[in-house]
């Protein structure tokens, strides 16, 4: 099953462009108004489920904030487990522990040492594809772990950014694409 073009286009037009957050000449891709409109963000998760379905995989991993509202919907969706990527010092036993580079800085994710048991299929998921560090720093928790990533899935992708380099190994799959900085 595809995603229509009409679904892309109705999702499009609840994420609103903010230029110059948090930096000048960056445009921020605001979802708050797709998540806040309920058939709009039912549309998103729908048309992320139908982009994935074809995907074998046990567990879906995704990382705060936003990505936890897709990655928590995905694993409903498909009856799976959840695997929170986490800033550092937020959870509470064993941890296993990944530092990577964003567009604009540096930072850290953590997951339970347990979270995911050796040949795990997981599912890597977030709001957006920007340079890449943070989802190519959930595919190194997987596999850290022993488990191994399914695909990568996202609402937005940058591409410009070129982050779908970093996962040049990896199925990826997104619903928007915006081309350049200011499309």
């Given amino acids: 099953m595809s995603v229509t073009d009409r679904t892309i286009q109705v999702i499009r037009n609840r994420i609103r462009a903010i230029p110059d957050h948090p930096t000048p000449g960056v445009v921020f891709r605001d979802i708050t108004p797709l998540m806040e409109d309920g058939p709009s963000l039912h549309a998103a998760v ?4 139908e982009a994935t379905e074809n995907l074998d995989y046990d567990r879906v991993i995704s990382a705060e ?7 928590t919907a995905l694993a409903y969706r498909s009856r ?5 990527a986490r800033k550092p010092g937020k959870l509470p036993r064993e941890v296993i522990s990944v530092s990577y580079e964003l567009e604009y800085g540096f ?4 997951i339970h040492a347990d979270s995911i048991p050796p040949g795990t299929r997981v599912l890597v998921t ?3 594809l920007a340079t890449g560090g943070t989802a190519r720093a959930m595919c190194e928790l997987v596999e850290e772990s022993g488990g191994s990533v399914a695909g990568c899935a996202f609402l937005i992708e940058l591409g410009f950014l070129e982050g779908r380099k970093r996962l040049s190994n990896y199925n990826v799959v ?3 694409n915006y081309h350049a900085p200011s499309a």
């Fill in 80 to 84: 799976k487990g959840l695997v929170l």
């Fill in 65 to 71: 904030a936003r990505g936890f509202v897709f990655g």
């Fill in 107 to 110: 930072d850290s994710l953590e």
């Fill in 46 to 49: 729908d048309a992320l489920a």
């Fill in 126 to 128: 977030d709001d957006l």
């Fill in 174 to 176: 997104s619903l928007i």
